[in-house]
């Protein structure tokens, strides 16, 4: 049985943890606030957006832009979303778990003739490939510091940039979904190139007046698209973060409250023996002093 000391030194250091934990997640509510707000307002328009693109770029299919060329995958760019800290449960985990299966189930041969890449957006993505034996782009993992859509278009342009010119055949990103306070999920989505309407879909779009043109709304209308997808990505993936910090950091607290009961449980156990063998031993002097 552990002594008085001992028993008392691990209270003291758990109630110091929960003391944290219900900071971190009062901290975390706050942010994810903000986050969900962000999230919520961008949401609709950036899914309209993408109806809007994708119904006009099906809509000119005589012209082979270079935004929905189908070329043989033979080069392919991975975005992973991931969080700059951790303590927020197994938010980052699946995300690089499901990088990696991606990797070696989906484009095994690609990857096995080195032709796979990873572009890491967060610290713990950045860190966690760092460490493998992926080939990765590392100039954009800070996007969260100061996070803006300033920020998110530098990432935009490369990525258009890349595919543009052909370094890489086929784009696609990594993330977690805002659903709610508990609930994350993981989205694998193709950035480039642009995901053709379904048949079912084309037939429901709306007749468009262009002005000027078709071709020049398309134009202007590419980069925004896709600008506006990257970003919508990056802050779902920041308000489930905070989503999942809260709720790790609720479930650490309520632990420590757990710990502490069995720990104050201990410490009366051991207190209570203590007395008894202090009082077993003078009984047992007194005795002594008797017969003596």
């Not at 935004?67 to 043989?72: A, G, S, T």
């Given at each position: 049985?552990?002594?008085?000391?001992?028993?008392?030194?691990?209270?003291?250091?758990?109630?110091?943890?929960?003391?944290?934990?219900?900071a971190m997640k009062m901290v975390a509510?706050?942010?994810?606030?903000?986050?969900?707000?962000?999230?919520?307002?961008?949401?609709?328009?950036?899914?309209?957006?993408s109806y809007l693109f994708q119904s006009?770029?099906?809509?000119?299919?005589?012209?082979?832009?270079?935004?929905?060329?189908?070329?043989?995958?033979?080069?392919?760019?991975?975005?992973?979303?991931?969080?700059?800290?951790?303590?927020?449960?197994?938010?980052?985990?699946?995300?690089?778990?499901?990088?990696?299966?991606?990797?070696?189930?989906?484009?095994?041969?690609?990857?096995?003739?080195?032709?796979v890449a990873i572009l890491p957006l967060?610290?713990?993505?950045?860190?966690?490939?760092?460490?493998?034996?992926?080939?990765?782009?590392?100039?954009?993992?800070?996007?969260?510091?100061?996070?803006?859509?300033?920020?998110?278009?530098?990432?935009?342009?490369?990525?258009?940039?890349?595919?543009?010119?052909?370094?890489?055949?086929?784009?696609?990103?990594?993330?977690?979904?805002?659903?709610?306070?508990?609930?994350?999920?993981?989205?694998?989505?193709?950035?480039?190139?642009?995901?053709?309407?379904?048949?079912?879909?084309?037939?429901?779009?709306?007749?468009?007046?262009?002005?000027?043109?078709?071709?020049?709304?398309?134009?202007?209308?590419?980069?925004?698209?896709?600008?506006?997808?990257?970003?919508?990505?990056?802050?779902?993936?920041?308000?489930?973060?905070?989503?999942?910090?809260?709720?790790?950091?609720?479930?650490?607290?309520?632990?420590?409250?757990?710990?502490?009961?069995?720990?104050?449980?201990?410490?009366?156990?051991?207190?209570?023996?203590?007395?008894?063998?202090?009082?077993?031993?003078?009984?047992?002097?007194?005795?002594?002093?008797?017969?003596?």
């Open positions: 049985m552990p002594s008085l000391k001992e028993v008392k030194s691990r209270i003291t250091s758990v109630i110091s943890t929960q003391q944290i934990t219900k509510a706050a942010k994810l606030r903000k986050s969900q707000d962000r999230i919520t307002q961008m949401r609709p328009y950036a899914q309209k957006l006009l770029s099906a809509a000119d299919q005589d012209t082979q832009a270079w935004y929905n060329q189908q070329r043989e995958e033979n080069k392919v760019l991975i975005v992973v979303i991931s969080s700059d800290r951790g303590l927020c449960g197994a938010f980052n985990s699946t995300i690089m778990k499901a990088a990696m299966r991606l990797v070696n189930e989906k484009y095994a041969s690609q990857q096995a003739q080195g032709n967060g610290k713990k993505a950045f860190e966690f490939f760092g460490k493998k034996s992926y080939a990765t782009v590392n100039d954009y993992w800070n996007v969260f510091h100061g996070l803006s859509f300033d920020n998110v278009t530098v990432v935009g342009d490369y990525l258009m940039r890349t595919f543009q010119s052909g370094q890489y055949d086929k784009i696609e990103i990594v993330y977690n979904e805002f659903k709610n306070v508990a609930t994350q999920i993981l989205r694998t989505e193709q950035f480039l190139p642009v995901v053709q309407l379904k048949t079912s879909d084309k037939a429901e779009q709306s007749d468009y007046i262009y002005q000027p043109n078709q071709a020049e709304i398309i134009i202007g209308l590419v980069p925004k698209s896709l600008k506006i997808q990257l970003y919508k990505a990056i802050l779902d993936s920041n308000a489930a973060e905070n989503g999942a910090r809260m709720t790790a950091m609720d479930k650490a607290t309520e632990n420590a409250g757990e710990l502490l009961k069995d720990l104050k449980l201990t410490y009366n156990r051991t207190r209570q023996a203590a007395i008894t063998k202090e009082i077993l031993e003078i009984v047992a002097g007194a005795e002594a002093l008797k017969s003596a």
